[in-house]
């Protein structure tokens, strides 16, 4: 198991509800990362926060928004979803942000399944 | 045009062949470049990573980068059944990382 934990790692909502994915390293790291994984698509990099401070938005759709407290936590706060968002939601943490070369840990993931 | 594109296979190999995925990309500014495998319903895990051109060799992987040709590979030597997963190439320009598709490789006993 790694040092980045998410929760829940399967959720199932409609489309009127509100739910929130949470992230959470035990590595020390600076930089967190939401991603998302579609079959047969690349990971697509969604938000990055680098010390708690959101650096790259990666025009996604206002109905995802984030929420990091602290370098160790990551929210992703769902509302009005669409079937077409069901994916698994990936978090990743990285020592550093503005350091090309650092390697990302990647959490278990959270299979989302939108009705 | 796709910042990293691999061939989606799927890659079949016999157990203790080399397995050879190939990974090219659009930025020749491109610094870093990083193999995860992802086994079904996991999360993407580190193999390698290479900065340089040339061979970088880990156990029975071997990285390979060729900055003018823009393309950087892994072989998988000795290949046995619990390396089939699907293998991402990663490919790092600012500070941004770009993922491909991913192959995926089966190891048939």
């Known amino acids: 198991e790694t040092g980045v934990t998410q929760t829940p790692r399967h959720l199932v909502m409609g489309m009127t509800n509100k739910k929130s994915l949470k992230c959470e390293q035990h590595l020390g790291h600076n930089a967190m990362y939401w991603y998302k994984q579609s079959a047969k698509k690349p990971l697509e990099l969604m938000f990055v926060y680098n010390f708690k401070e959101q650096t790259e938005n990666n025009s996604v759709p206002s109905r995802f928004s984030p929420e990091c407290p602290n370098s160790s936590h990551l929210f992703l706060h769902l509302h009005t979803l669409q079937p077409e968002d069901s994916a698994l939601y990936l978090c990743?943490?990285?020592?550093?942000?503005?350091?090309?070369?650092?390697?990302?840990?990647f959490g278990p993931g959270t299979r989302l399944t939108v009705l | 045009q796709k910042e990293v594109e691999q061939n989606s296979g799927p890659l079949s190999v016999p157990e203790g062949a080399i397995a050879s995925l190939n990974c090219t990309y659009s930025?020749?500014?491109?610094?870093?470049f990083f193999w995860y495998r992802q086994y079904s319903g996991k999360s993407p895990e580190l193999i390698m990573f290479i900065y340089s051109n040339g061979d970088k060799e880990d156990g029975r992987f071997t990285a390979q980068l060729n900055k003018a040709s823009q393309y950087v590979s892994l072989l998988i030597r000795d290949s046995q059944p619990s390396d089939s997963a699907t293998y991402l190439c990663?490919?790092?320009?600012?500070?941004?990382?770009?993922f491909g598709t991913g192959t995926s490789l089966t190891v048939i006993p």
């Open positions: 930025d020749r500014g491109s610094q870093s």
């Open positions: 990663a490919v790092v320009t600012g500070n941004q990382f770009y």
């Open positions: 990743a943490s990285s020592p550093s942000w503005a350091r090309s070369g650092d390697e990302q840990f």
